[in-house]
């Protein structure tokens, strides 16, 4: 498989340096045009037809991209991109992981894997630490980031759980109306143990890590009640806490940020642990092999 690393501090350079009438387009059809495909897929356009309507645009700004006017953080975020090597650090990354997938006979349902990285809006992702990704497509994977101290040394680790996900959906279909919470733990909690297996448990983002025990043990009892629970927006409740579910619109369930990708971990780590299995044996498992074989979702 083929990796192709989008030189996107050599478009930022140029971006940030543009008239302001040119940056929009310049955003769309050089920054995000390699990703076409991937955007058609989730049903975001390049462009809208219609003024001001949805589009790539509207659409990186409500997941945490840097807006294209805000020259001056955008500015400093570039050059920490280039002082941390962060393309390297990519093109390390996926080296390194598409070399697991070749020792454990795993494969990517595409013929090129495609990476960006792009600068992330840090109010947007104040939870998140200024980091997060998506690579819930085969053959695609985008990381924004705002660099700062706590992110820097975890981009590998973000990088490799956007890669679990090519993997596990290359396997797996992924039913966006129908997804259920039970489908979405597991998801996100074997992304997350293939990125301890290959970075460390101290690596791991700040969805599974800053969780107090009482509060995880809270978030399990909650969560195993609604297993079943149907439908992107009732399951986004469950995954990623009442704040966000709030800003969303969607209705919030009593638990705190990203309470389902910490349970989802616990669980597949649970699983792994108990059963003797490695990440590379757990991806392969279906979702209810998973829950119904670890200690912790029982009821």
């Not at 979405?184 to 983002?205: H, N, R, W």
């Not at 940020?257 to 490695?278: E, H, I, L, T």
Request: net charge negative; hydrophobic share 40%; proline share 3%.
């Amino acid at each position: 498989m083929n990796i192709v690393i989008e030189n996107t501090i050599e478009h930022y350079e140029r971006l940030l340096s543009m008239k302001e009438e040119d940056k929009e387009n310049y955003f769309r059809y050089s920054m995000m045009k390699p990703f076409e495909k991937m955007w058609n897929i989730i049903n975001v356009p390049l462009k809208a037809q219609l003024t001001n309507g949805y589009d790539v645009l509207m659409a990186t700004k409500m997941l945490g991209y840097l807006d294209v006017s805000e020259i001056e953080i955008g500015r400093v975020a570039l050059e920490n991109l280039r002082e941390m090597q962060a393309l390297q650090t990519a093109h390390n990354t996926l080296s390194k992981c598409l070399g697991f997938n070749q020792q454990h006979n795993l494969k990517i349902d595409a013929v090129e894997l495609k990476f960006g990285l792009y600068i992330a809006n840090p109010k947007k992702l104040e939870l998140q630490k200024g980091y997060c990704g998506f690579g819930g497509i085969p053959g695609f994977i985008q990381v924004t980031i705002f660099p700062n101290s706590y992110n820097i040394p975890k981009l590998p680790a973000v990088i490799a759980h956007e890669f679990h996900h090519n993997i596990r959906f290359s396997y797996f279909d992924w039913d966006h109306g129908n997804v259920t919470v039970g489908d979405y733990l597991i998801v996100e909690g074997l992304a997350e143990s293939f990125a301890k297996e290959l970075y460390g448990e101290e690596l791991l983002g700040p969805w599974v890590t800053s969780f107090e025990e009482d509060d995880l043990q809270y978030s399990i009892e909650v969560i195993k009640d609604a297993l079943n629970v149907k439908g992107f927006a009732e399951v986004s409740s469950y995954m990623f806490g009442d704040k966000i579910a709030i800003e969303q619109g969607y209705q919030p369930v009593g638990l705190s940020p990203f309470a389902g990708y910490a349970v989802g971990y616990q669980a597949v780590q649970s699983f792994m642990k108990k059963n003797s299995v490695g990440i590379g044996e757990a991806t392969l498992l279906d979702t209810d092999e998973i829950i119904s074989n670890c200690d912790l979702l029982s009821k």
